[in-house]
């Protein structure tokens, strides 16, 4: 399966959820994730990468960044994309701060680049 797949997955659901995506033109900062996810007031940065792979440095640099001000994660399957939009659309969340909690608690290997050759993991 192609990244391409992934991503036209993700936006078949958005659209069919109502969820507002726009697609990411990094002009001076490479590393942005792909799409931006917008729905009911809250925003998800989503990197979207073929089963399997992982982002780059950079890529981790910039979700760990975008994670203090928002909800970033990357997603390498169609499986994740229909748990990350299920998650949105069936959520309660009142603030950021709690959709924030919730998505790490289901997407943590998404959202922390895990330290090599240790247990525990890191924001980079």
Known sequence: MREETVEKHLKDLCKANNIYIIKV??????GLPDRLLLYKGFTVFVELK?????????QWHEIKTLNKYSNALYL??????DELIETLITC???????LHKLLLDKFKDQMIKPVKGKNKCNNL
């Open 25 to 30: 033109v990094p002009t001076v900062t490479n």
């Open 50 to 58: 073929q089963p399997g792979e992982r982002p780059r440095v950079k």
């Open 76 to 81: 390498d399957t169609i499986e994740l994309v």
């Open 92 to 98: 309660n969340c009142k603030t950021h701060t709690s």
